[in-house]
Every structure is written in structure tokens, then in C-alpha cells.
């Protein structure tokens, strides 16, 4: 019996690595220490009732972001890991398996479950405040969203130290992903981690273009909304279209691995290269996806810290909505190599370079918008102003890896992996960092400590230099991407000693993040106006944090930058408009079946994953109960009296 009972748990967990005995304890103690603190302060029933059932679109905004950030650390982890072991020729920190493994979670989690989660969470927050909405158009499908993200995630997490991680690449290429390469789970916890929390990502996408397209304030024309609500609709768009892809694919895999279908395997019929075709119909759209946001982000913030109307409004709808089209006809360019044929590859090299124009459009309409502004150099600004020498960089070698016959020799290397980071972190990274240090007084009611937040800004910047640039050298030097070692004649170590130290530098910055998180909770600095950057736009016009109903009388828009102009005829002695008489709001009732729903994926997963039916049945007969419940559930919604909003207005205003 206890041979037996030790046999299973040497299969079940992960052992042998001293580095995952570590993980087990950390996540143990960890573990004790939320339960601890949430018995001894007896706040289970706030966890459940303020942030479990919430449909609050800013709660869960907030709890997005919380997420995101974890999951930033854990990408983070994996990458000064990988830095480690490249440090200098024939290291022997990690072995090539566990390499392989780290390399894979490190480039799902960063891109599906950091970058993702962030751009949801600022939606969930400024959309509607933007707007002037008081919700988003389906508040239970929101939080149903979240909570699927939420258990997708942490199904794909707990590969590490239950059964084993994927190691077959950020893609999943088969024939590495069938069973014939990857007969473990890890590979299982890739396709139901990623399709769990995947369906929640397209059920955000059409959420918020129903939100955009139907609950703008009365008056709120399209060429008059704001330019994160611009990008935040063309990502939108593009989510609808590439996430049923994704879906589909991970499907097939499954049947692959599951029930021994032949899809992607050459032995029965199949072909990997269809596979490799639908995952980058997906996975090029998906880089636009998370930095079309990003675009929205600088153009709100150079606006606001130039003390200037954004350069070339519809020129910058028009490329924004240029790129989410054009991103479907790209995805070819991953396989130059592949022998797709000559017209094939001049077709999507082309289509590829003409993707350049609407991105460079967008440079030097943030360019002009500073020309002769009034900049504060604020942290927001700061990371904006980073953002574009990075981007243009990047840019530019992205435009070279577009040319196919110069993909023959780029591929592959370590140029591709310099391009890839100096996007994604420059736009992505860069821009939601930005976001979040522009928002933050809006989710919190208090501002971040500036001078932490400077040095974090120059560690993080310096770092990725230090980091990437070499990275280029290498690639040209002939170093190929997933090499977990390399040998002192390649004359590699120098470059690579520079790029890890460059690495963690980064990894300083992301703590100097913490700590500054943590000082300005502690010394709050009290945001009393609602405004603390003398914004443009509908959600500084209200107190911060915004209340729960958002606005107390939906706000009447008459022009682009509507509270901007509003300030300026006040300033100019032009009393403000007549509000309407207050009226019962009408809200969402908080549910809990979102969080026990998605927990019932999370328990069929886990079954799928381990081949165990007898749990993965009971999980699925459970999403069906929720959804059953949910049909027969008519206490749906309340209103807030009208003495309650004019307590909380005279509360929040009281202080203002």
C-alpha cells in the first residue's frame, strides 16, 4: 500500500530538481500564509462577497491586473533562469529538458497569461468610464470571462510541480506536441490551460465591442471616442476573428493526443504543416492583439502630458484599424523557410512590410503631438518617450525579417529573438506599464511615488539594452534560439554575459516596481481632485476611485475630448450644463456561479489532463448545472435609490 501510494506520488509531482523542491515550498508556505491572514482577520466572507462574485467591471479590472502582475513575476522567474544558464559557455545549471520546459512556459505565460490579463484588466477599468457608460453590455460574462482566464491560468501553472511542463515550444509544434514526442502530460496541461482561458478571452472580445458599439454616452459620435477606446475596439475586432482559430486548433490537438486522430501526424494521413499554418493564423494576430492597446495607451497619455489635441486623430483610427485587418495576412512569414513557394513568400513579404506604414503613421503622430507642447515629464510620459526609440527598432528589424530572402539567413537565430523582445516588451510591456502608472490614481485614489518609479523606468530601459542588444550580434554571429548550451570555441560567452547582466537589471526594476507599490501604499499620497493629470477625457471628470454606478447622470458629449472641453469653458466663464435630476440606477446583482463555473473547467481539465473521467465528467456535469442555474436565475439586477447616490456623491465630492 504505501509502496503503491509512493509510486503514484513520484509520477504525480515533479521531483528530482531542486529547483521545483524550492517552488513546492514556496507555494506551500504561501498558501498558509493567505489562509492564515484571511481566517485571523475573518475575511473570507469580504473575499467572497467583494471580489469572488463581483461583477463590478472595475473590480475585476483590478483583479486582472493583480493576476497579470503574478504572472509577470513567474515569466520573469523563468527568464533570468534561461539568462543563467546561457551566462557562459557550458553551464550546467539547468538541464536541456528542464530548459526546454522553462523556455515554453516562459513565452505562453508572458504572452497569454501577463500581457493578456493586462490589456483585459485596463479595459475592464477605463472603458467604460471613457465612454460614459456605467457598465460593460454583459457584466456576468465579464466576470465568467475573468474566472476562466483566472483557472485556465492556474491549470497551465500547476504543471510545474503536478505531472510536468510542456516543453514542445510556446507553439506547440507537432510532431514535438503529439504523443509520439510528448507522451507526459505537460502537453495536455498546454491544451487545456490555454483553450480554457482562451475561450474567456473571446468572450471579452465581444463584450467590449458590444460595449463600445452600444453604451457610449448620449451624444458620443466613433470619430469622437477616445484613442484607447479606438485601439481597444480594433483589438476587439481582431480577438473575434483569430481567438476561434486557437480554439479549434487546440481541439484537434486534443483529438491527436486523445483519441488517436491523425490531424497533424504524416503517419495517418494528417499534416503538421497544417497545424503550423492555423496556429500563426492565430499567433500573428495575437502580437496585434496585445499592442493595439498599447497604441491607444501613448496617444491618451502623450495627448494629456503635451497639453495638446492629438495629431492626426483619423489618420490614427485609420492605421489602427488598418493593422487589425492587416495582421491576418502576415502569418506566412513565420515559414519563409519552409518551401512555400516563391509567390507565397513575395505575397506575405509584402503584406508584411505594408503593415509597417499605419505603425510608423502612429510615430510620428505622437512626434508632432509633442512638437511644441508643453511636456510633463511624468512616469507615464516617461515610459511613452522609451517606448518609441524601442518600437522604431524594433520596427526596423522586423521590417528586415519580413524580407524573405533575408529570413533564410535570420531565422531561427537569435536576431529573431531580439526582434520578438524588442517589441513586445518595448510596445506591450512598455505601454501597459505606462497605462498603469496613468490610471493608477483612477482604480485607487492615490498616486505612485514618483522617484521609485524614475528609478524603475532608467533600470528597466537600461537593462533592456543591455539585455537584447547583443542579442542581435549573437543571432548574426550564427547562435540559434533554444540552444540550452554552447561551447567556448563559439565565441559566444561575451555577448551573452552582457545580455544576462542586462536581464537582470530588468528583474531590479520589476522589484523597484514592487517596492514602489508598496512604499506609496504605506505614504499614500491622496488623489482629492479626480484629476490629478488634468486629463482629456470622461473618466477624470468623476472622483477617484470611481464610484461603483460610475457616473451619477450620464454625461452628454458635444466634441472629441469632451472633459478637456469642458474645462476650457469653465475657464472661460461659461457656467456648466443643467444636470438632469437624479433617477435609480439600475445595476448587475453580484453571482458567484462565474467563479464555480470556470472551477468546474478547471476540475474537467484536470481530469482530461490525467485521463481520469471519473473527474473529468463530474466537472463537465457541473458547468452544465451552473449554466442550468443561471438559466432559472431572475433576481438579476437592483437599482441604487436616489438617496444612496447623493450620499456617495456627497461623499466622494465632500472631499474633493
Not at 491622496?526 to 460610475?550: F, K, M, Q
Not at 469642458?566 to 443643467?578: D, I, N
Not at 463530474?618 to 436565475?633: E, K, Y
Request: glycine residues 10%; aromatic residues 18%; charged residues 10%.
Amino acid at each position: 500500500m504505501f509502496e503503491s501510494i509512493k509510486e503514484f506520488a513520484s509520477e504525480f509531482f515533479v521531483t528530482g530538481d531542486p529547483l521545483i523542491y524550492g517552488a513546492d515550498v514556496g507555494i506551500a508556505l504561501t498558501m498558509i500564509a493567505i489562509v492564515f491572514v484571511l481566517t485571523y482577520f475573518k475575511r473570507w466572507g469580504w473575499l467572497w462577497r467583494e471580489w469572488l462574485t463581483s461583477v463590478d467591471h472595475k473590480k475585476i479590472g483590478i483583479m486582472y491586473i493583480i493576476a497579470s502582475l503574478l504572472m509577470l513575476f513567474r515569466g520573469g522567474v523563468d527568464a533570468l533562469l534561461m539568462r543563467t544558464q546561457l551566462v557562459m559557455p557550458d553551464v550546467e545549471f539547468l538541464n536541456p529538458e528542464h530548459y526546454n520546459q522553462i523556455f515554453t512556459t516562459h513565452g505562453v505565460i508572458m504572452i497569454l497569461f501577463m500581457a493578456m490579463p493586462l490589456m483585459f484588466g485596463l479595459f475592464n477599468i477605463v472603458i467604460p468610464l471613457q465612454i460614459g457608460a456605467r457598465d460593460v453590455a454583459y457584466p456576468f460574462l465579464n466576470s465568467l470571462s475573468f474566472w476562466l482566464f483566472f483557472w485556465g491560468a492556474m491549470l497551465f501553472n500547476v504543471s510545474f510541480v503536478i505531472g510536468g511542463s510542456p516543453d514542445a515550444g510556446w507553439l506547440a509544434y507537432p510532431p514535438l506536441s503529439e504523443l509520439s514526442h510528448s507522451p507526459g502530460v505537460g502537453q495536455d496541461f498546454y491544451i487545456w490551460g490555454i483553450q480554457i482561458s482562451g475561450i474567456g478571452s473571446l468572450m471579452t472580445g465581444i463584450n467590449f465591442i458590444v460595449t463600445i458599439l452600444k453604451m457610449r454616452a448620449p451624444g458620443m459620435k466613433l470619430m469622437q471616442m477616445p484613442m484607447f477606446t479606438w485601439s481597444t475596439l480594433s483589438s476587439c475586432i481582431t480577438i473575434i476573428f483569430a481567438f476561434p482559430i486557437l480554439t479549434v486548433t487546440l481541439a484537434l490537438l486534443f483529438l491527436d493526443r486523445y483519441l488517436g486522430a491523425h490531424f497533424f501526424t504524416l503517419d495517418g494521413g494528417g499534416n503538421p504543416m497544417m497545424y503550423i499554418n492555423l496556429i500563426w493564423m492565430w499567433g500573428h494576430p495575437e502580437v496585434y492583439i496585445v499592442v493595439l492597446p498599447a497604441f491607444g495607451i501613448f496617444s491618451e497619455i502623450v495627448a494629456t502630458f503635451s497639453r495638446k489635441k492629438l495629431f492626426g486623430y483619423k489618420s490614427m483610427v485609420f492605421a489602427l484599424m488598418s493593422i487589425s485587418f492587416f495582421s491576418f495576412f502576415t502569418w506566412a512569414h513565420h515559414f519563409f523557410t519552409m518551401g512555400s513557394g516563391a509567390n507565397v513568400n513575395a505575397f506575405f513579404a509584402i503584406t508584411t512590410m505594408i503593415i509597417a506604414i499605419p505603425t510608423g503613421v502612429k510615430v510620428f503622430n505622437w512626434l508632432f503631438t509633442m512638437f511644441r507642447g508643453r511636456i510633463s515629464f511624468k512616469s507615464p510620459m516617461l515610459w511613452t518617450m522609451g517606448f518609441i526609440p524601442c518600437f522604431v527598432i524594433g520596427g526596423m528589424t522586423g521590417v528586415l525579417l519580413s524580407v524573405a530572402p533575408a529570413d533564410f539567413q535570420f531565422h531561427n537565430s537569435y536576431f529573431l529573438i531580439a526582434h520578438f523582445h524588442q517589441v513586445l516588451i518595448g510596445g506591450v510591456a512598455f505601454g501597459y506599464f505606462a497605462g498603469l502608472y496613468y490610471w493608477w490614481p483612477k482604480m485607487f485614489g492615490f498616486k505612485l511615488n514618483e522617484k521609485l518609479g524614475k528609478w524603475a523606468f532608467w533600470l528597466w530601459n537600461i537593462g533592456f539594452y543591455v539585455c537584447f542588444m547583443p542579442q542581435y550580434f549573437l543571432g548574426l554571429d550564427g547562435m540559434t534560439r533554444r540552444v540550452s548550451t554552447y561551447g567556448w570555441d563559439m565565441g559566444w560567452g561575451p555577448l551573452n554575459m552582457v545580455s544576462t547582466i542586462g536581464g537582470f537589471l530588468m528583474g531590479i526594476g520589476f522589484l523597484f516596481q514592487v517596492w514602489q507599490i508598496a512604499h506609496s501604499i504605506k505614504f499614500m499620497e491622496r488623489d482629492t481632485t479626480g484629476d490629478p493629470w488634468n486629463g482629456r477625457t470622461l473618466e477624470w471628470s468623476i472622483p477617484s476611485p470611481a464610484p461603483v454606478y460610475n457616473f451619477a447622470t450620464l454625461p452628454q458629449v458635444t466634441a472629441q475630448d469632451e472633459w478637456w472641453e469642458e474645462k476650457q469653458r469653465r475657464e472661460q466663464g461659461h457656467k456648466p450644463a443643467p444636470q438632469p435630476p437624479l433617477e435609480p440606477i439600475h445595476m448587475p446583482r453580484n453571482s458567484g456561479i462565474p467563479f464555480i463555473k470556470s472551477l468546474c473547467w478547471f476540475i474537467a481539465g484536470f481530469g482530461f489532463v490525467f485521463d481520469w473521467l471519473w473527474m473529468a465528467i463530474p466537472g463537465l456535469a457541473g458547468v452544465a448545472i451552473c449554466m442550468l442555474v443561471r438559466s432559472f436565475t431572475y433576481n438579476t439586477d437592483y437599482y441604487i435609490p436616489v438617496d444612496e447616490v447623493k450620499r456617495t456623491e456627497a461623499a466622494l465630492r465632500g472631499s474633493v
